[in-house]
């Protein structure tokens, strides 16, 4: 009744009370959005969540480890723009905003234990399709104030570019909810790409950072970003502020060095372009700027640029304001020398 929609629970359903109030469910469908097709919207084998009884006069939350396998979840946006979740995410009463939250510190948490989910992603107006297939995720138990242990690995295939991959995550949690402040450090990424537009036909992905939020400050940093993958090395160290703004402010360095800016153009299906590069002898690219956001008032800024690409070398800054509006504006100053400078701007182009 809430949803409108078919749901179907047709396999056996488990049911506890002391010392664990618990429910484990198989075979859970819940149908697709009117004008979305017959396949299911979401789909699980097998749910399981216990709670301890006790604590719950207390008003603490002793989860066992929460267990989701054979999930199926199909994500589509129709040739209107109209997803079909957006039926399921409509506003609530007021009265539901207003329930008081729980407060992580009376919660522990078994953990989070995911097999074999697979994740379809549609977009009907511009013909992208997103797989994620063979989802396995664990999270150690949570406990208050201790840090979480996070691993996941999957493979995922998208239709534009055309590339698959298998990937590995790996990463640690740690927080002080008296400060307010979560960091994610460190999170490190490893992945195989294969597909027709990756040179060679395979190639590899390593992705290394830290993140820390201080949600009392509002504010964000993004450390010793390191991304390397097709030849390229990218390095980045970012700061934002007022981040619980729906437009925060950014401010860091970048820096992009690589060997062949066609093999980057030809994984991203920039053609001809990327054909025409390839055929130069030099195609190596090193950037480095610096980079200042404030969103709230459109303005973004480019300063301290300095490149070299297939042979050139370039200087400046770039000023944009009111990117937002129906009336953007940019200006800046780009100094430029190279051999090829018609090849140059067919690149600046892209961008």
């Given amino acids: 009744e809430e949803t409108g929609r078919k749901f179907k629970l047709e396999g056996d359903i488990k049911l506890s009370y002391y010392p664990w109030l618990g429910l484990e469910v198989e075979g859970v469908t819940l149908g697709n959005a009117e004008g979305f097709g017959d396949a299911p919207f979401f789909h699980a084998d097998a749910v399981a969540l216990r709670i301890k009884t006790m604590p719950l006069l207390k008003k603490q939350y002793e989860l066992d480890t929460l267990r989701l396998h054979g999930v199926e979840v199909n994500l589509t946006k129709n040739h209107e723009g109209v997803s079909n979740w957006d039926d399921l995410v409509a506003e609530k009463d007021a009265d539901a905003k207003k329930q008081e939250p729980i407060q992580l510190a009376a919660v522990i948490l078994g953990g989070v234990d995911i097999k074999d989910a697979h994740f379809i992603w549609v977009d009907q107006a511009s013909g992208q399709t997103f797989r994620i297939s063979d989802l396995n995720m664990s999270i150690g138990e949570l406990r208050f104030g201790e840090p979480i242990d996070i691993k996941m690995n999957l493979k995922a295939e998208s239709s534009q570019p055309a590339i698959k991959t298998d990937l590995r995550m790996q990463g640690t949690v740690s927080y002080n909810l008296d400060a307010e402040t979560y960091a994610f450090n460190p999170i490190e990424v490893t992945a195989k790409l294969t597909g027709k537009n990756v040179p060679s036909g395979k190639a590899d992905l390593k992705f290394n950072t830290g993140v820390v939020l201080n949600l009392k400050e509002e504010t964000a940093s993004v450390n010793e970003l390191t991304l390397s993958v097709f ?27 690589g060997e062949d800016l066609a093999r980057l153009f030809k994984v991203a299906g920039i053609e ?25 008032r459109g303005n973004v800024a480019i300063s301290d640029l300095k490149a070299k690409l297939i042979g050139a070398s370039i200087t400046g800054w770039v000023e944009a304001s009111k990117v937002e509006s129906d009336k953007p504006a940019l200006r800046g100053r780009l100094q430029a020398s190279g051999p090829d ?6 690149i600046v182009g892209q961008f």
């Fill in 231 to 257: 030849g390229m090395l990218a390095k980045a160290q970012l700061n934002a502020s007022s981040i619980k703004s729906e437009r925060p402010k950014v401010e860091g360095d970048v820096s992009i060095v």
């Fill in 272 to 296: 001809p372009l990327a054909s025409q590069l390839a055929r130069l002898k030099d195609r190596s690219f090193d950037l480095q700027a610096r980079l200042d956001a404030d969103l709230e």
């Fill in 341 to 346: 400078l018609p090849t140059l701007l067919q």
